[in-house]
């Protein structure tokens, strides 16, 4: 296969394959587009069985963050980097030097923050080479609570505003009281995202690989834990997939009973044809790059002077966009999916 001929290629600015074989480390870093501004996006580490299954995710992953940035109105493009490799075993401060001399090469075209497989600390090691990263600053909120530049608990709090939103417009109800959800995935966000429904009043099942995370947020939250292939036939309201990409597929899509798929993966749909299929079985699905945009506002306004309450006001506007999605998904009886896709182009289209 050509690397231009590529499915997910969807004409990349740029396409950066880093080698440092002092340190081990392999990595591609993909700018998408930088149209509306620097392109932002996370770094992901993660044992890829190929070199072409990495270049797939990382293509999928910047586009995912130029469609997200642009939807969530920041002055920003979409890039995204990921390291092969398992983050238990492969990871070392050379290897996160490295990668951070990588980042630092482009210039500030791309600037890195953490995502699955790399964390804060791991950040900070990059920025010991490039000053071209966020998600690392220690922030406080209005109750004074600090967190040192983890972006999950914004993206937590996006996703529950999110489906909120989604709730009203498909199953006509203004509260969450007693609202059946399922979350796929208890980690940073899946967590966050739990304590908020608890808290409004919701039911939670629950499920994740990771035993003693379940344990964790059951106990401490009252959910229900339920087996990992089990979260696709409960029958809930609500469908939150807080774990995996492509995890809207052939097989899932047909197993759900819930009316609303709302939750932080990204790449939820292993293809276009599954928005689709949501649409046709009228499952109502929150576009993932727009409802779990939380994160990348969080980052970005670290850049700029961070105001919590500009932050939070920013975030709850995730609703409104996902409200106007859902409404011209309806007028025109397409797939929000689609209808996402294209309000992002336009968005990018009208700045180039
Ligand atoms: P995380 O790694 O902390 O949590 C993911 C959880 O999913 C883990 O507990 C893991 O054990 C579990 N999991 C993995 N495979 C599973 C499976 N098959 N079934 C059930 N559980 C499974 O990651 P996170 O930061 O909470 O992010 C969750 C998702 O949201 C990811 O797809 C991520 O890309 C996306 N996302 C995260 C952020 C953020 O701010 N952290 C922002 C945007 C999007």
């Known amino acids: 296969m050509h690397l231009f001929d590529h499915p997910d290629f969807d004409g990349h600015e ?25 392109s932002l996006g996370g770094c992901r580490m993660w044992p890829y069985a190929s070199d072409w299954e990495a270049l797939r995710d990382v ?8 469609y997200k940035s642009a939807l969530a109105g920041l002055p920003l493009g979409g890039g995204k980097s990921v390291i092969i490799g398992n983050p238990r075993t492969d990871k070392s401060e050379a290897l996160l030097r490295a990668m951070g001399r990588n980042v630092e090469r482009l210039g500030g075209r791309y600037i890195v923050a953490e995502d699955s497989g790399t964390s804060v600390p791991d950040i900070k090691t990059m920025a010991l080479e490039t000053t071209h990263v966020s998600g690392i600053a220690e922030k406080t909120t209005d109750g004074g609570a600090t967190r040192n530049g983890d972006p999950s608990p914004a993206t937590a709090y996006g996703v529950f505003v999110g489906m909120k939103a989604a709730v ?4 006509g109800r203004s509260d969450l009281e007693g609202l059946k959800v399922a979350i796929q995935g208890v980690g940073h966000v899946g967590a966050h995202l739990a304590r908020h429904l608890r808290d409004a009043g919701a039911r939670l099942w629950i499920a994740d690989i ?7 947020v059951a106990d401490t939250l009252g959910a229900t834990p339920v087996r990992v292939d089990e979260v696709f036939d409960l029958d809930v309201d609500v469908f939150a997939p807080c774990a995996l990409g492509a995890v809207l597929n052939d097989d899932t899509v047909a197993r759900l ?7 932080a993966a990204n790449n939820q749909l292993a293809g276009p044809r599954h928005g689709q299929a949501l649409f046709d079985r009228g499952i109502l699905y929150a576009p993932d790059y727009v409802i779990n945009a939380g994160g990348v506002i969080d980052v970005y306004h670290e850049r700029t002077g961070y105001d919590h309450a500009r932050v939070m006001s920013q975030i709850e506007a995730i609703a409104d966009t996902l409200t106007e999605i859902f409404a011209r998904a309806d007028a025109e009886r397409k797939p929000t999916a689609v209808v996402a896709d294209r309000m992002a182009c336009q968005r990018v289209g009208r700045a180039r």
């Open 168 to 171: 009203h417009h498909r199953l």
């Open 14 to 38: 740029q396409v950066v394959f880093c080698c440092d074989p002092a340190s081990g480390l392999r990595a591609i870093i993909a700018i998408h587009d930088t149209t509306l501004g620097p």
């Open 257 to 263: 009973s819930a009316r609303v798929v709302a939750g």
């Open 210 to 216: 990771d035993a003693e995370r379940v344990r964790q």
């Open 59 to 66: 293509l999928r992953l910047s586009r995912g963050m130029t």
